[in-house]
T-cell receptor, first 116, second 114 residues
Framework: AQKITQTQPGMFVQEKEAVTLDCTYD???????LFWYKQPSSGEMIFLIY??????QNATEGRYSLNFQKARKSANLVISASQLGDSAMYFC?????????????FGQGTRLTINP | DGGITQSPKYLFRKEGQNVTLSCEQN?????MYWYRQDPGQGLRLIYY???????QKGDIAEGYSVSREKKESFPLTVTSAQKNPTAFYLC?????????????FGPGTRLTVL
């Protein structure tokens, strides 16, 4: 079974609109962490935001926020006021186990295109 | 500037040859990782190391080897036993067991087998 599922292969959004990228995960471990990375065409993976399973509040980092719904095993990334530079591949990833566990499992990614 | 460097950016290899990809970091991170990315896919873990002179296999270690003789360096060798080595290879590091779970990535090496 897929540990991380990103159901949107591609998304097209108008500049300045908000966009939500979906991510669902599968784990039976009570301690885990969820990450979002951005991969522009250059290939480098850029860390955006992190949510721990025990965090009480949804994570936010500037224009990025993570809509964490634990019961639904969902960790969607919300980008507010999208910009042309947001066009890239976006990957959701999960770490299982406590913070000593370092392995990440990645989803297949969503290609986001921002239209002017 | 602190960061992770990978070299070369592009690498071409003939079938049957071993090739080594370089990964260096000056972030003073204990943990380092190697991932493989195929076109249109997510990343898959090849090997990781949480401390010098120690490393563990990831999900797709067959046909690869690593060493961790220095904290700053984690080279990956793609051997002739790797049946389909053409891919994009990404190195990452994190603070490690001392705390800090976020992995930071280098710019990647694109390997093509001719």
């Amino acid at each position: 079974a897929q540990k991380i599922t990103q159901t949107q292969p591609g998304m097209f959004v108008q500049e300045k609109e908000a966009v939500t990228l979906d991510c669902t995960y599968d784990t039976s471990d009570p301690s885990y962490g969820l990450f979002w990375y951005k991969q522009p065409s250059s290939g480098e993976m850029i860390f955006l935001i992190y949510q721990g399973s025990y965090d009480q509040q949804n994570a936010t980092e500037g224009r990025y926020s993570l809509n964490f719904q634990k019961a639904r095993k969902s960790a969607n990334l919300v980008i507010s006021a999208s910009q042309l530079g947001d066009s890239a591949m976006y990957f959701c990833a999960m770490r299982e186990g406590d913070e000593g566990a370092q392995k990440l499992v990645f989803g297949q990614g969503t290609r986001l295109t921002i239209n002017p | 500037d602190g960061g992770i460097t990978q070299s070369p950016k592009y690498l071409f290899r003939k079938e049957g040859q071993n090739v080594t990809l370089s990964c260096e970091q000056n972030l003073n991170h204990d943990a380092m990782y190697w991932y493989r990315q195929d076109p249109g896919q997510g990343l898959r873990l090849i090997y990781y190391s949480q401390i010098v002179n120690d490393f563990q296999k990831g999900d797709i270690a067959e046909g690869y080897s690593v060493s961790r003789e220095k904290k700053e360096s984690f080279p990956l060798t793609v051997t002739s036993a790797q049946k389909n080595p053409t891919a994009f290879y990404l190195c990452a590091s994190s603070i490690g067991l001392a705390g800090g779970v976020t992995q930071y990535f280098g710019p990647g090496t694109r390997l093509t087998v001719l």
